[in-house]
């Protein structure tokens, strides 16, 4: 069973297109954080979540924090092609800090030119 | 800095035969970790260790070995390769002091058994 389920799995668009990337599990998590990975390459950080309803924004990138702590998205405003990755969200549950975090199942994310 | 750094970056083994993958960091992190992504998957947690010569058991650990002797290095053993160890294989630290700690991720090994 798959603590953290991201959807959709795959997603193609076209550039300037607007999307949204989900990431849900049924347990709380103390934070939250979100990385991009590009082929042939670890996983870098884009962004960290920590309050319940917590919103951040990273250029036109979008992050959320469920109110209840489990669950977050991604939004994405006007796609570029520089956006294609693997997007993963990765939760932690522990209450003093980042000891181990569970990844979520990713998200494929091409944008066409 | 160099941050984290793997190697070898691509390995082709047979089935039995056993190796060492090497990772090292420069940034005095105290927490590393190695994970294995699967084709088309996220990252599976593999052993993690949270400081020099305490190690602890992740997700996946069956098939594999780690030591931590050292901050800057955490090496991962496979001793009998199987075909279900084909992977991409990520080792990773963070500094382990605050609440909110980012994950540094090194390259990646890709390791094939036939």
């Known amino acids: 069973t798959q603590l953290l389920e991201q959807s959709p799995q795959f997603l193609s668009i076209q550039e300037g297109e607007n999307l949204t990337v989900y990431c849900n599990s049924s347990?709380?998590?103390?934070?939250l954080q979100w990385y991009r990975q590009e082929p042939g390459e670890g996983p870098v950080l884009l962004v960290t979540?920590?309050?319940?309803?917590e919103v951040k924004k990273l250029k036109r990138l979008t992050f959320q924090f469920g109110d209840a702590r489990k669950d977050s998205s991604l939004h994405i405003t006007a796609a570029q092609p520089g956006d294609t990755g693997l997007y993963l969200c990765a939760g932690d549950q522990s209450n003093f800090g980042n000891e181990k975090l569970t990844f979520g199942t990713g998200t494929r994310l091409t944008i066409i030119p | 800095n160099a941050g984290v750094t793997q190697t070898p970056k691509f390995r082709i083994l047979k089935i039995g035969q056993s190796m060492t993958l090497q990772c090292t960091q420069d940034?005095?992190?105290?927490?590393m970790y190695w994970y294995r992504q699967d084709p088309g998957m996220g990252l599976k947690l593999i052993y993690y260790s949270v400081g020099a010569g305490i190690t602890d058991k992740g997700e996946v650990p069956n098939g594999y070995n780690v030591s931590r002797s050292t901050t800057e290095d955490f090496p991962l053993r496979l001793e009998l390769a199987a075909p279900s160890q084909t992977s991409v294989y990520f080792c990773a630290s963070s500094a382990g002091t605050s609440v909110v700690n980012e994950q540094f991720f090194g390259p990646g090994t890709r390791l094939t058994v036939l």
């Open positions: 347990s709380v998590f103390s934070s």
């Open positions: 940034m005095n992190h105290n927490y």
């Open positions: 979540v920590v309050t319940g309803g």
